[in-house]
């Protein structure tokens, strides 16, 4: 399936729910692209999952901003692949930095940058520690086995309406 066409579904994918995130957040390795940086070089030709450029295509078109949040050791070889793909101009914020902090630092980074609030974020990632950390700062966050792809995509939109749709929790009664 082309860009195009994935774009196309991706948009009347979007169309499906009356309340969207304000940033979609992704991970690189193993989540926009099947690969791990620092096991590349800069010199190669890096491509994406087939459905995430036309994703991306799609969240830009409906305007709803994007970030990335890599705790790659080689953010310079991430920065390149991002240049060579021509995905530069897609993201508010990128934060590729090694981190023990299970992206919770990246998270900090990204609102501080945007001020969007957690709870208005979508977030994609393939490893589970990282959805759980982010997942506790109120971020509705999605594991995803083999890249963002339109099944990936759709439960994540879904996941974000249900949550967005849940009442506030009351505050707890003062002790006196």
Avoid at 93 to 106: G, M, V
Avoid at 169 to 176: I, L, M, N, Q, V
Wanted: with cysteine.
């Amino acid at each position: 399936m082309g860009d195009e066409r994935v774009k196309a579904e991706a948009l009347q994918i979007l169309g499906l729910f009356q309340v969207l995130p304000r940033l979609v957040v992704f991970d690189l390795d193993y989540t926009l692209w099947p690969f791990y940086c620092e096991c590349r070089s800069k010199r190669e030709s890096p491509s994406l999952y087939r459905h995430a450029k036309g994703i991306m295509c799609a969240l830009k078109e409906k305007g709803v901003d994007m970030a990335i949040a890599s705790r790659s050791p080689t953010s310079d070889i991430a920065r390149v692949f991002i240049d060579k793909l021509e995905l530069q101009p897609m993201f508010v914020a990128q934060e590729i930095f090694s981190s023990w902090t299970h992206k919770t630092e990246h998270f900090q980074k990204i609102h501080r940058k945007t001020g969007v609030p957690y709870k208005s974020m979508l977030f994609f990632d393939d490893e589970d520690r990282n959805i759980q950390s982010v997942s506790k700062m109120g971020v509705t966050s999605v594991l995803v086995n083999n890249g963002l792809n339109l099944d990936m995509f759709k439960l994540g939109l879904s996941n974000f309406a249900t949550t967005a749709a849940a009442p506030e929790p009351a505050p707890a009664p003062e002790d006196k």
